[in-house]
């Protein structure tokens, strides 16, 4: 399994951008897909995520209201829609995918995922 992300890209204050993500080698869906980002000299931080059933969201509290994440048409696809952004949004973000729920897990946790994506670099200008 492999996931693709793309979108990244260098923006002003109060822009926009939509993050893709496209997973290949997997015949099922998964149980949910999400956002993280890393910024130099940070830990990776929970962004985003999307329950593929149904299609229950949850977000950080820092995004919430800014960022959109949604399903694609395409199974295992997965977008991130960026408003409004921030200087402080700047980072690499990281698609990844949760294959199956599992007990005590948590969607807001990386430790959870099974499958990664290579990132992609979001900048913000001031």
């Known amino acids: 399994v492999q996931l693709q992300a793309s979108g990244g890209g260098l923006v002003q204050a109060g822009g926009s951008l939509r993050l893709s993500c496209a997973a290949s080698g997997r015949t099922v869906s998964f149980y949910a897909m999400g956002w993280f980002r890393q910024a130099p000299g940070k830990e990776r931080e929970f962004v985003a995520a999307?329950?593929?059933?149904?299609?229950?969201?949850t977000y950080a509290d820092s995004v919430k209201g800014r960022f959109t994440i949604s399903r694609g048409n395409a199974m295992n696809t997965v977008y991130l829609q960026m408003d409004s952004l921030k200087p402080e949004d700047t980072a690499v973000y990281y698609c990844a995918a949760l294959a199956r729920w599992r007990t005590g897990g948590s969607l807001r946790s990386d430790k959870g995922y099974d499958y990664w994506g290579q990132g992609t670099q979001v900048t913000v200008s001031s």
């Open positions: 999307v329950i593929w059933s149904g299609g229950s969201t």
